[in-house]
């Protein structure tokens, strides 16, 4: 997910912020468009008995790749990895989420405005739960439990469809979504227009 518009309008990619710490520790990953087929796909889990990825290396990479985008969200098939791991949180409190899947969800749900760094400029309204009780395992593989509510449990919502395939845009009708793509399109225009002068 994303907070703020943060992207190059001339070639509409997003810029990133290499003067945060995290660049200088860990690789800041490309975040690929809605184009991109694996965000279509179902991501395998995480393997930590597997040598050939570090978790912990994965972690701060897309840690750092989230906060250098100014996004609040990032699951690792946007950045072009096969691996069900996503990362959530702002600036001072981030979250890594391997293997994550939500074994209860509250019957009250929330409509709430929602970007993504992989649509920059588009926000729409997305009904989704208003809390949920979640497994996952950070980066040591270690199991936990917990119940979110609010942003961060829409937010766990949003990176968990896109290890599941599914894109935000499939949430919304097809008139609310032409109607946001078009306020993109200005969006995208408005910012072209400002870098030109």
């Known amino acids: 997910m ?3 518009i943060n992207f190059d309008a001339e070639s509409q990619v997003l810029n990133i912020n ?7 520790t860990y690789d800041i990953l490309r975040v690929f468009n809605d184009l991109n087929p694996l965000l279509n796909e179902v991501m395998p889990d995480f393997d930590f008995s597997n040598k050939q990825i570090d978790a912990k290396n994965l972690a701060g990479c897309l840690k750092a790749t989230m906060k250098a985008y100014g996004g609040i969200g990032l699951a690792a098939n946007q950045c072009g990895i096969k691996a069900r791991v996503f990362v959530i949180g702002n600036e001072d409190d981030v979250m890594v ?3 994550p899947k939500i074994i209860s969800r ?9 970007g993504c760094l992989s649509f920059p400029g588009m926000y729409l309204k997305i009904n989704r739960n208003e809390s949920i009780t979640v497994e996952y395992c950070d980066e040591t593989g270690m ?3 917990d119940t ?3 942003l961060t449990a829409r937010c766990f919502q949003h990176e968990l469809d896109h290890l599941n395939g599914i ?3 499939k949430h919304v009708g097809k008139t ?3 109607v946001a793509k078009k306020k993109q399109e200005k969006l995208i225009k408005k910012f072209a227009r400002g870098h030109a002068r």
């Open 143 to 145: 199991m936990k439990t």
């Open 18 to 24: 290499t003067n945060l710490q995290e660049a200088k």
């Open 2 to 4: 994303s907070t703020k």
């Open 97 to 99: 989420c391997f293997n």
């Open 106 to 114: 509250s019957e009250k749900n929330n409509l709430g405005n929602e």
């Open 167 to 169: 894109k935000f845009t």
């Open 148 to 150: 979110f509510s609010g």
């Open 176 to 178: 609310s979504y032409i």
